[in-house]
Structure formats: C-alpha cells, structure tokens
T-cell receptor
Framework: DSGVTQTPKHLITATGQRVTLRCSPR?????VYWYQQSLDQGLQFLIHYYNGEERAKGNILERFSAQQFPDLHSELNLSSLELGDSALYFC????????????FGPGTRLTVL | QQQVKQSPQSLIVQKGGISIINCAYENTAFDYFPWYQQFPGKGPALLIAIRPDVSEKKEGRFTISFNKSAKQFSLHIMDSQPGDSATYFC???????????FGTGTRLLVSP
C-alpha cells in the first residue's frame, strides 16, 4: 500500500458526461501528479500540482482540468467524455516539488459507454 | 526525444532464472531513472531507481545497470520467482521538470 488513495475505484458513464476523480496524497506529501494509462498510449503524464499550485502540464486535453485543495487532496475533472477517454487514471504523490520518488495510488478505471 | 524505448514487450523466464529488461533514451537531460512494477488491477509501485552518477545499483534481487554513453539502462531480476510475474515499466525524468516519461512496459511471466 503506497498510502495514496483514489476514489472511486470504478466509474462507468456515458459519452458527453462529466466525472470527477479524487486523490488523497500520502501524509506529508505536497505534490500530486495525474497520469492516464491506456492500452494504446501507455502511461502518460497529465498534470502536476504542488501545494495547491499547478506546476506542469503534459498531454492533458482541454476538456480535462484538475485542482489541488488546501488539505492537499486533488480532483481531476473530465468533461464532454468520449469513448477514447476510457482508461485507468492514476494519481501519484511525492514529498518534494519535483518528480523524484513518485508513489502511485490504486487508480480509477473509467469506462465511457 | 522525450521517448523511452523499452524491450522486450513480453518475457517468459523459468523460476530461478535471470530476467533482463532494457530501456533506451534520447534526452541527455534525463537524470533520474526509476523502475516500476505493476500487478493487474494495481497502481505502479516504485521498485528501484538510479541516477547517472553510478553505473549500477542493487537492492535485493533487483539490479539496475546504467550505461550513460549508450543512453541505456536495464533491470535485472536475479533468481526470478513466480511472484515477480507482473508488468515492469522503466521511466525517466529531469529533476525540476515534474513528469515521468514511461517506457511501454514489459510483461514478465515467471514459470514455476
């Protein structure tokens, strides 16, 4: 157990809908990262927050957004969902502001029908 | 230039054998190279990591070999066990730039 928690574990929704994925980092970690894992794209970095501020963006679609709250938990919002958004979404956390030693949560499996 | 190429895609090793997974990169700015282990239905778990100032790092049965001039690094699993059967990902990052670039993964099966 990495200490990173993610909810929900599974999410099934329809095209065009909006969902919110939640992540709680390890106790004391200030950085939260979001990754998408799909069969065709592999593990792809989406976005990084450090202590409430956005630090870096990867291949994140404009339909996706994230935020980190004062209690350091983070939410990833996915809107106008398409079939191709079906994937595993992982949150990772680290203690520092850079990417060394990232610890991953169990993931949220999103299925868009 | 941001890619990390990983091979093989899949690997079958007998119990007690040595599993070897290779990765290559182009971006010479990469300075942190972790390996992750992922079991079905679980998130990737950090296994071992290395920085370019050393050529080898060993933790238990797991060893990373690093060749800076060739821009390659590899994971060796000694005395492979059925419990090691999982997907292994290499990754790379640049300190100060907050993202891991992952390889495509290697599915390892250790036969009893």
């Amino acid at each position: 157990d990495s200490g990173v928690t993610q909810t929900p574990k599974h999410l099934i929704t329809a095209t065009g809908q909006r969902v919110t994925l939640r992540c709680s980092p390890r106790s004391g970690d200030l950085s939260v990262y979001w990754y998408q894992q799909s069969l065709d794209q592999g593990l792809q970095f989406l976005i990084h927050y450090y202590n409430g501020e956005e630090r870096a963006k990867g291949n994140i679609l404009e339909r996706f957004s994230a935020q980190q709250f004062p209690d350091l938990h983070s939410e990833l919002n996915l809107s106008s969902l398409e079939l191709g958004d079906s994937a595993l979404y992982f949150c990772a956390s680290s203690s520092a502001g850079h990417s060394d030693e990232q610890f991953f949560g169990p993931g949220t499996r999103l299925t868009v029908l | 230039q941001q890619q990390v190429k990983q091979s093989p895609q899949s690997l079958i090793v007998q119990k007690g054998g040595i599993s070897i997974i290779n990765c290559a990169y182009e971006n010479t700015a990469f300075d942190y190279f972790p390996w992750y282990q992922q079991f079905p239905g679980k998130g990737p778990a950090l296994l071992i990591a290395i920085r370019p100032d050393v050529s080898e790092k060993k933790e238990g049965r797991f060893t990373i070999s690093f060749n800076k001039s060739a821009k390659q690094f590899s994971l060796h699993i000694m005395d492979s066990q059925p419990g090691d059967s999982a997907t292994y990902f290499c990754a790379a990052s640049v300190t100060g730039f907050q993202k891991l670039v992952f390889g495509t993964g290697t599915r390892l099966l250790v036969s009893p």
